[in-house]
């Protein structure tokens, strides 16, 4: 494993692997053995859940029973992922679509949504899955229990389908939304979670060499901060704090204009700079938790390393573009918001700052 460089395994084009890995065909087999309406895959991220997808929606269409596809997808960034990924593999997927525009074009044989865009207009969508034999795939489904109205609009618009498709990266709770298609059981606090018809967790897939080890650097040290009464107190990150002082803590921490931040992203940086002594374009992710924070960190970032990151503050077109120019060009860092950030994919990332 000491030998596996930080992008293994090879940097096949998201979701386009020629050959299918050992879950893959493992879970493609289980899928049509049992030949099910509803069929739940939790695999570990980057274990290659598009893939499997694909490779079963181009079954399913070659054997006629779907004929066309419905991707809904969390983010604007990953709609356009699938697009290219499934064009890649001969399925002609249109990302531009809005169930205001009703129909799109013959060219495509499927379409590409967000959770919200289907919250927006669950009858038009409803209306398109009925007129056709649809596929639906539900990427990163626990993303349906964000909000009770996401979780309704599915159930409506999906309801017809011939076949659903869901995927997640981690099994996941519902105590608040449950998740529509989704089947429960209780866990043993009696909260409902979901029950997966296939799972392939991290431990597997790190045996298998499917992804690579993650390592998680712990960082202490002493704050620092004063409160709106005047008062200075004190702190340090990792030992035992009541529930008001470590956010108060945590705030001080994550401030960009303190030390510890500062310091944090200078060890990161030249983490970055080792591994690109092996892999020369290895790059490196800060997820900041909103815009003002993202664009702090990367004015930091810049007198660190010398360069500018790449900032993706938002889930649009321009922010896709970015993504894909960083994906290639070979600069060090690129600092975005969390929403932006889940499920992005870009496989010479090797350093992260979450």
Do not use: C
Not at 266 to 288: M, Q, Y
Request: no cysteine.
């Amino acid at each position: 494993m000491d030998k596996l460089s930080p992008a293994y395994p090879a940097r096949a084009a998201w979701g386009t692997a020629t050959s299918l890995r050992a879950w893959q065909t493992e879970a493609i087999g289980q899928y049509f053995g049992s030949d099910p309406r509803d069929f739940l895959a939790v695999a570990t991220p980057g274990a290659g859940k598009t893939t499997f997808a694909l490779t079963i929606a181009a079954e399913l269409l070659s054997r006629r029973i779907i004929d066309r596809i419905t991707v809904v997808a969390p983010t604007e960034h990953l709609k356009t992922q699938w697009a290219e990924a499934a064009a890649k593999v001969g399925i002609p997927i249109d990302p531009a679509y809005s169930g205001g525009k009703g129909r799109t074009s013959s060219d495509f044989v499927g379409i590409a949504v967000t959770y919200a865009g289907v919250a927006t207009n669950p009858l038009a969508m409803r209306i398109r899955t009925e007129r056709f034999k649809t596929l639906v795939i539900l990427d990163e489904i626990h993303h349906a229990g964000d909000a009770r109205s996401w979780g309704d609009a599915i159930r409506e618009a999906f309801e017809p389908a011939r076949r659903r498709l869901a995927l997640t990266g981690t099994p996941f709770r519902s105590d608040i939304n449950p998740i529509p298609f989704v089947n429960y059981q209780p866990d043993t606090d009696g909260v409902p979670r979901s029950v997966a018809d296939y799972s392939y967790g991290y431990g597997p897939a790190l045996r298998d060499h499917v992804v690579r080890p993650v390592l998680f650097w712990a960082y202490g040290g002493d704050l620092q901060w004063r409160t709106r009464a005047g008062d200075e107190v004190s702190a340090r990150l990792g030992e035992p704090l009541t529930k008001d002082m470590a956010a108060q803590a945590l705030r001080t921490a994550l401030d960009p204009r303190g030390s510890w931040i500062e310091s944090v992203l200078e060890a990161a940086d030249k983490r970055l700079s080792e591994v690109r002594k092996n892999v020369p374009d290895a790059g490196g992710l800060v997820i900041a938790s909103d815009q003002d924070s993202a664009r702090a960190y990367a004015a930091v970032l810049a007198k660190i390393a010398g360069e500018k990151p790449t900032i993706v503050l938002s889930d649009e077109k321009a922010a896709s573009k970015r993504i894909e120019k960083f994906s290639g060009d070979g600069s060090r860092w690129m600092v975005a918001v969390r929403m932006v950030s889940e499920g992005v994919d870009v496989p010479r990332l090797a350093v992260g700052v979450y």
